[in-house]
């Protein structure tokens, strides 16, 4: 079916993504199952969390969907791909399973990170964490996307960061470089309005985050409309694969949870605005909604799925609280790479632990 | 036999060359690395030769180009990431511990960083406060990094020759005061392969009465002292490092269990130091019960570099200050 996207307001660029674009029948299903996989985890993951299963930081991702499925739409798995501490969506859109991230999440050893790593240090081929420290990950981005055109292999990397990150000093000096050497960088700014329990309006000088790369040409973009992000996405890579150097995007999206399972997040934002979103620009409603108008699925058919992915949420919680912790033995493990087995100091002069890689 | 004389910096000249033609994949990058021939010419001549891909001049933008270097790693490349000062690397640090340093152990071994973090590091000469920390112990503290403090030509050929080819986060201590010395260097070491392994210490004097282990630029206050000593019947036994993390305590105690005394010599401040690591491992383990004399340090004086010569020159270690607590410690 057609699709009528709203128009990218854009910053030093002639034109922006299409207006129109086709969605398939599979397309539509993947999406949809896609999103509706990431809504569940979430949700499940907030209850694991209640439940004390889950203890940490667990900064979750509900409401987001459309960006983690509507990026990797537009990229293939061979590009590379690298974010902050919101990264549960983005793992499973890189390869991740539903299981091995719920039991990286309750720290066990068939966790994607054998448990070491938690919530925000998930790992697949080509997607990069899963990073702590805000904005860090930006650098490393354009670190990838070097190596990528260094390669030269046709890939680019995409770097995701935060309307929080987005002051960051580091950012504005990987803009600088990436944008000198030209490298194939689609910076993503996911603009959720509020960076932990500050507004936009209250951390920003200017919270026209596409046009904060200032000499590096942005699109700001409907980040709840799966479609809109994939082309979006689709003319940012085709701009980096042709050669012009970085692009920024800036999502629009929305966070159902607070910034973390710490924060209620109405102290900050009201829950008549987070039920305005949740009613009028849910992501997943909005894709079913276009689904069902244009006859490319039916209710019962998508209410299918809804089971399908129900049943695999549950399974993979109850590998998640079933599976064993780490074993002791793997404490010292996984300092270096590639470096005969050592010796690691323990807690006291006498306590000689093993460490191989 | 034969010898040639190689200053520290032609050895580090000379082993990044050989490493550039050995793997595609190594780069070097950081300020003034490439047309100016390196801020201190250690780079001199590799952009020449290897042009703007291989040998990459940054902004002065250390936290964004060391993240650069760490996300180049990750994703298959091998660069050489230089700080124009290890000072420099204060503004960069968190891409060094956080980024590099525990990744590899926060993927549980599915993302390695093959780095090198390069540059000078401590005191030089007239530059002050800001320009003469010694880093040793900030990074040697961190599990996920190797630290290296090379010395001689040799040290520095061999070491960073290693480093480049570590699978691992390196961070590779120079000093800028050793650039020109020149040194001997045999044959041997003037091979393509010629590597010297990270974590193993070297014994640059044997001698029965005392250990002196030091390292980078003041191993040469300790040969230079332990000569002077021996005038007077003293022999030192002078360890060389070579490596801050991991520690060859081992050499150490090994020496230690063989002179009975021991002092430890460097450049940097006394707290929380490299002298104080060395100190708590030789209580903890078996040479504990072979000394005749409490372990000592020689360092830095507690203060902020100052710019005067005469309060310069008072703020580090000088060869009377070593040959003073042997004599203490020998209670001769």
């Known amino acids: 079916s057609l699709s009528e996207n709203a128009k990218c307001d854009v910053h030093k660029l002639e034109e922006g993504p299409p207006l129109q674009a086709v969605l398939t029948r599979e397309e539509g299903l993947q999406y949809y199952r896609t999103m509706q996989t990431m809504r569940r985890m979430e949700l499940k993951s907030d209850q694991l969390y209640k439940q004390k299963i889950i203890r940490g930081f667990c900064h979750l991702y509900d409401g987001q969907e459309a960006c983690a499925v509507g990026i990797e739409a537009g990229i293939n798995l061979t590009d590379h791909l690298i974010t902050a501490y919101r990264a549960h969506g983005y793992t499973l859109t890189r390869g991740g399973t539903v299981r091995e991230i719920m039991a990286e999440l309750t720290g066990r050893r068939g966790g994607i990170a054998k448990g070491k790593g938690g919530s925000m240090h998930m790992y697949t081929k080509h997607f990069y964490g899963g990073n702590g420290i805000v904005g860090a990950q930006v650098p490393l981005g354009a670190g990838v996307a070097l190596a990528c055109k260094y390669l030269g292999k046709n890939e680019l990397c995409v770097c995701l960061y935060g309307d929080g990150a987005a002051n960051q000093g580091q ?149 998640a609280t079933t599976d064993p912790e780490p074993p002791l033995d793997d404490l010292c493990n996984h300092i270096f790479y590639n470096d005969p087995p050592m010796e690691v100091r323990g807690t006291n002069p006498w306590t000689k632990l093993k460490s191989v890689s | ?198 974590g193993k210490a070297k014994i640059e004097r044997q001698g029965n009465h005392i250990t002196v282990v030091s390292h980078s630029r003041m191993v040469s206050l300790c040969l230079d002292a332990a000569a002077v000593l021996a005038k007077e019947g003293i022999e030192c036994e002078v360890i060389n490092m070579r490596t801050i993390r991991p520690l060859d305590a081992e050499a150490i105690e090994t020496s230690v269990m063989k002179t009975n005394h021991l002092i430890t010599v460097e450049g940097g401040w006394p707290q929380f130091g490299v002298g104080g690591e060395i100190l708590a491992r030789i209580m903890e383990g078996p040479a504990f019960n072979y000394l005749d004399a409490p372990a000592v340090r020689v360092t830095g004086v507690d203060i902020p570099m100052p710019y005067a010569k005469i309060l310069e020159d008072n703020s580090v270690p000088q060869i009377k200050d070593i040959i003073f607590s042997v004599k203490k410690t020998l209670n001769a």
């Open chain 1, 171 to 319: 950012i504005f000096e990987t803009y600088n470089m990436a944008s000198l050497w030209k490298l194939p960088c689609i910076f993503i700014c996911e603009n959720n309005k509020y960076g932990m329990g500050t507004s936009v309006e209250r951390a920003a000088a200017s919270t026209d985050y596409f046009k904060r790369g200032d000499f590096i040409p942005g699109l700001r973009v409907d980040g709840m409309d799966v479609l809109c992000v994939r082309e979006a996405t689709k003319f940012a890579a085709e701009h980096c694969r042709s050669g012009k150097g970085p692009i920024l995007m800036e999502l629009q999206t929305y966070r159902y949870h607070g910034h973390s399972m710490s924060d209620p997040g109405i102290s900050y934002r009201t829950r008549e605005e987070i039920q305005e979103v949740r009613s009028k620009s849910d992501p997943i409603s909005m894709l079913k909604d276009r689904m069902l108008s244009n006859n490319m699925a039916s209710v019962e058919e998508l209410k299918e799925i809804d089971v399908e992915v129900r049943k695999e949420i549950e399974d993979a919680a109850q590998f």
């Open chain 2, 1 to 198: 036999m034969f010898y040639i004389r190689v200053t520290v910096r032609d050895a580090l000249n000379q082993a990044m060359d050989e490493e550039l033609e050995r793997d595609e994949r190594v780069f070097l990058l950081g300020e003034e690395v490439a047309q100016y021939d390196g801020a201190y010419k250690v780079s001199r001549g590799l952009w020449k030769k290897y042009g703007d891909k291989r040998i990459i001049d940054t902004p002065i933008t250390e936290m964004g180009f060391a993240g650069i270097a760490v996300g180049a790693a990750m994703a298959g490349l091998r660069p050489i990431c230089e700080f124009m000062t290890f000072n420099f690397s204060m503004q960069a640090i968190d891409q060094v511990i956080n980024s590099a340093a525990k990744t590899y152990y926060m993927s549980a071994g599915r993302q390695s960083v093959p780095i090198v973090f390069r540059g000078p590091n401590g005191a030089s000469a007239g530059v002050a406060a800001q320009h003469s920390q010694c880093f040793a112990a900030w990074y040697g503290h961190c599990p996920g990094l190797k630290v290296v403090s090379p010395w001689s030509a040799e040290d520095a050929r061999g070491l960073l020759k290693s480093a480049i080819r570590d699978d691992n986060p390196v961070v590779f201590l120079e000093n800028e005061l050793m650039y020109g010395v020149p040194f001997e260097m045999s044959e041997e070491s003037q091979s393509k392969d010629f590597l010297i392994p990270i």
